[in-house]
Nanobody, 120 residues
């Protein structure tokens, strides 16, 4: 099965930066879309950033101009560069990838979530 492994979360001061990485492993034919979500206690999971196989990107209004999603197809990795972080960016961040595996079976896989905490 396709698996996702996240890294890069942690504690950072307001105004600082973090880069989240999501490594997708397994027998992959193609990754058609990658996404980063975030969730705080008591709230629904929010789509933060989206990227397609054609590198079309879209962002939540709250992060536009500060966050950048990208992918490295050779490494099957999706990134989220987070700049000018604010305390309200504090959340658990989740990676999602959708695509086709080597047997032409669709996959929709999630990472385990990583905590991002931004202090004042």
């Amino acid at each position: 099965q396709v698996q996702l492994v996240e890294s890069g979360g942690g504690l950072v001061q307001g105004g600082g930066s973090l880069r989240l990485s999501c490594a997708v492993s397994g027998s992959i034919f193609s990754i058609n879309a990658g996404d980063w979500y975030r969730q705080t206690p008591g709230n629904q999971r929010e789509l933060v950033a989206h990227i397609t196989k054609d590198d079309y990107t879209n962002y939540a209004d709250s992060v536009k101009g500060r966050f950048t999603i990208s992918r490295d197809s050779a490494k099957n990795t999706v990134y989220l560069q987070m700049n000018n972080l604010r305390p309200d960016d504090t959340a658990v961040y989740y990676c999602n990838a959708i695509g086709i595996d080597s047997t032409f079976y669709k996959f929709d896989s999630w990472g385990q979530g990583t905590q991002v905490t931004v202090s004042s």
